[in-house]
Structures are given as C-alpha cells and as structure tokens.
C-alpha cells in the first residue's frame, strides 16, 4: 500500500479529522488486534460502568415508589441483587455460546426466529440511545444537584456538551475513550465503596432500629392492604428500579472489543460487573433504610445519603463533593456502552439487510463510525425532547432493556433444549434462564402498565417505526437480489475456453482494468460488456479487488485472513477465466476499511504500470431512482471515477439495470 499522504497533501477537512480524530490505522499490522481490543479490566470500565453507573438512580427510583413503606427496603435490596446476579449469570452463557457478540439480536435470531431478532435488534438501537441520554442526564443531574438553583437552567446545555465530547472520544477509538475515562471510575470505585462500607458500618446498631420497623409495618399493612397490597407495592417498586439492571447486556453485545481469547475475558469481565454492582445496588438500598434518607428536591438521594455519611469526616464536605462528582462522571463513562454496544449491533442488522449497509463499515480508525454518527444524532434529539429529564427517561429505558432481556432468555432456554443431548447440564442451564425469563418478563408488565401514559408509549411508538423501517429495508433488498438473480446465472453459462494464453500483460498494450467484487454474475457481467462492447480493443485484463474490512470480517486474525484468502481466490477465477479465452491478465488486490480510497490508490498505480489503460466499474441502476435508493446503496463507482478522472484516469462506469 501507498504511504501515506503528508499534512500538506491533504485537504482542510483530512488535517481537522486528524487533529481530532487521529491518524488512519494500518489494517495489515500485526498487532492491530492487541492494540484496539480490551482486556477484562478495562472492558469492566468501559463496558461495565454502565451498569454500575445505573446505580445512581435506579435503586432511587425503586426506593421512591416504596413511598411510606420504606421498611421493604431491605427486602429491595436483596431481590436487586439476585436479580443481577441471575440475569449475570445468563449474559455469561450467551457469551459462551456467542462469542462473537451482538448479544439478544444474535440469540433471538439463531435460536428463535429472524423476526424475533429484528425485535431484539431495534429495541436494543432505542436501548443504547437511550444509554447515551439517561447516562448524560443523569450526571448532569448529579453536577448540579451541588450547583445553586439559578444553574438548573443550564444543564441541558451541559450535557450536550458531554455527548459532543463522548462523540469524538469514541471516532478515535473505543480502546482511548475508555483509557482517558478510566481515573473517574477508579475514583468511583474507591469512593462509593468507602460510603457504603462506613455506612453500614457506622450504623450497624441500626440494623436493630430497621428490623423493629419492619415487624411493626409489615403487621399493620398485612392488616390494613392484606399480603396482596404489600407484593404489589414490592414488586411495583422493585419494576421500577430496573433501570438498575440496564447495562448488564453490554458486555455479550460489544465482544468484538475483547482481548483473546474472547470468551475468557468477556466471563471475567460480567464477573466483575456482576460483583460491583449486586454490591453497590444492594448497599444503596441498605445505606437509605439505616439513614432513612428521603427525597428532597433538586437533589438526588446519593448525593444527600454522601452528605449524611461523611458529615463526621475530615473535610467530609469535600469527600462528599469528589464522591458524586465521580458519580456524575461515572456516568459519562456508562455512556461508553451505548457507543460500543449500539453501532455493534446496527453493524450485525446490516450485515442482515435490516439497516444500510454502509453500517457495517469501519473508519479507518476502525471504528464503526456511521453508527456512532447516528447514535448520537438520536440520542440529541432525545435529550432536547425530554429536556434531559431522567424520570422520563428511564421509565423509556428500562422498557426496551426487558424487551430484549426476555426474548435473550427466551432464546437460552430454546437454544439449550436443542442441545440437551450435548450438553449434560441443560437442566441447570434452562432452570436459570426460567427464572430469569419470568423476572424479565415480570418487571416489563410492570413497567409497561405503570408508566405508559408518562412516556412509556414513546418507546413503544419509537420501536415500532423502527422496526417497520427495517421491515421496508429489508424488502427492497429483496427485491434487488431477486432482480440480479439473472445475472447469477452468467456463472454457469460461461464455460472456460479451449486455449490459455499464459503469456504476461504488455504493459505497452490496451489495457482493461476491472473493479470487482467476488466472482459473480455483478463482476462477469462487466467483463463480457468490455469483450462484447469493444471487441479486439483490450488486449489485457487487470482485475483488482479491495478485501473490505467491516464488523462482519474485523473479528479476529483469523477472520481476517480467511477475508484475505477469499478475495485472493475470488480474483484467480477471474484470470483463470479470462486467460483460458486468451486474453493475459493478472489480479491485484489489497485490505482496507474505505473501498473508494483503496481502490483509487491501487488503480493510480495500476495507471503507472500500463499507461495505456482504462478503468472499468460496475454500478447497479433502477428504472425509477428515488432517495430511499440512494440511502441504501452506495455509490462507490462514481466515488471512484470522480477521484481517476481528477487524476486524469479515464474510467467508465457500466451501468446494470435492476428490475425492482
């Protein structure tokens, strides 16, 4: 390949894009999967964070709805911490089993159905804009819950700031973004878990106090409200606290961030979380009911609960401070996920064809950065909706979570009673996922019925426009395939000829250079047009071909080279071919993330080697062109004319009609 081109070589937009994005990736060294891929400790902090981060503000939201009945507190906070650990322990047999990540949409789809998948796949995009949003909100609610009221006006603007940077950081590279991130969540770590522990253990004696409460409460509401009024209240209020969950899904979706081997550190990584935040949401709930913290207004229940807590210390003040200042910093971090996860499974639903394809595209910084634009273009939109209001938020948030948490656990309990006859621990495996599947789908009703009406129907309405968009999608993709199924059939039809001609190109001589894309019909096609449409004009074929590296082949070495191999094996067909009917030729090729660029540069020096030739592309076209077209089908081949013929390359772009 080329080197590359020097700062004043290249335009005002590639200078800015490196200043702040930074210099391309080489594709083709040899550590590159080391450099970009995480191990477990930093993927529990970029990955993670997200479900510890949850735990500021979704035991409060639990805890709110206990309303006078607080004395279930205690009860709250072991049921949340069970229900991370099943839920966990689920998530790490998905990434057993599905190693390669995209989490519920992968397991609804293979274990289910294709229908099941686009559910889980939309509702996840929602989720993972909604990730972005809550996360952002929720910290600028933890900043200014120490900031003077006349600030509040300001927050929302504060937090689009927040998104603009967390949108950067991740173009350059999600490996970076959670490196730069990583002392706020160290300092989280310490500070919460100093909090938690002095508080408890500072008012042990209050565990007496609490267990008093509870016997005299539980005796009065079992007489006044009966057992079924208390389960409602607890399961209303545990329902609406799943937003503590959130977050746990991140790891088996984004695996193609982990360091090999995958599984291994994908399993260490949902232990890590697992532990930290069964034990954060479990302590918050405790440390509220020993302190018996109440709302106020204007401020969170953390932030009140650190005050409480470190009022006694040397400059208790500040230590409060720092510790929901990481809080609201965590945050930032939690949002992370929704940057990995989200693109990650936009990029596995176009390899699918239920979105554009150009989602499943990496940068040259190996990012996917088509859904990272989009992502965070959602979740804009939606903080300016909301006003960045984390109430309305979660009730959103925690509705698709369930939606794409019940159908994964669905998906397990199908999957393993499939292979009961392989696996001896089936039993164990399936009872699980049961009794995750009911907690899931528990908590959903819940919150589904509860919070409709304040926002609910949103997430619903949103889905599902999402979800007949993909369905329109994936029609016309259809419809395409089904109209160049014809040209499919060119490759039975062409035989070899009787006499190959093994001599090597002239380069003195007319020569074709094709662009193709695998042997088919698409590039055949473009072949017999030169033969038939300049007959004895071209005495030589070049054909050359780029080995895209999308999220579908940037998996691992292997992945990559098996890439490698088929797009060499794919071009040998092609000289084989064309030489058997006596034409000399030759094939050139070479890896890369953006086809336009590594195509033109292999045509440039294609140019150089026979200066007398003439670039041939391919371009499919409809008999009625509309914008919906356009979206869905790049237009790489004039991207490539336009750059060869500003370089003074003649180059011709065959049409292909389509019948759609």
Known sequence: MDPLPSEHELTFRQRLSRRFIGKPRDVNEP??????????????????ADGLSSSSYGPEEAFKALGTHTYLGVFLALATALTVIIISYAYSKIIEHFPHGGGGYIVSTYTIGKNAGLVAGASLLVDYVLTITVSLSACGDAVFSYLPPEFLKYKLLFVIFLLFIMVILNLRGFKESVTILAPIFIVFVVTHLAMIIWGMGSHADGFTTVVQEFRGNISTDLVTIGFIGVLAIFLRAFSLGGGTYTGIEAVSNAMHVMREPKVHSGKRTMFYLAASLSFTAAGLFICYSLYAVAPVAGRTMNAILADMTFSAWPLGSWISF????????????GAQSGFAGGPSVMA?????SWLPRRFASLSERLTMQDGVLIISGAALALLIYTRGSVSALVVMYAINVFITFSLSQLGMIRFFIRNRKSDDAWARHTTIHLIGLMLCITILTVTVFEKFTEGGWLTILITSLLIGLCLLIRAHYKKVRRGVRSLEDITSTIKNGAKTNTDPPNPGEMTAILLVSGF?????????SIVRGFPGLFKNFVFVSVAEIDSGSFKGIAEFESLKKSTRENLEKYVTLCRSHGYPALYRMEAGTDVVETA?????????????????????????ENPFQKILHNETAYAIQRRLQWNSITTVVLPIRVMV
């Open 322 to 333: 720092i510790t929901i200042l990481s809080e609201g910093a965590l945050l930032v971090v």
């Open 348 to 352: 596995n639903m176009a390899i699918d």
């Open 600 to 624: 033109t540069d292999l045509c440039q020096s294609l140019a150089k080697e026979f200066p007398r030739s003439v670039v041939f592309a391919g371009k499919l076209v409809f008999k009625q």
């Open 31 to 48: 550590s590159i999967f080391t450099k970009i891929s995480l191990i477990p400790v930093l993927a529990w902090i970029g990955l993670g």
């Open 520 to 528: 088919n019909g698409f590039g055949l096609h473009t072949w017999l």
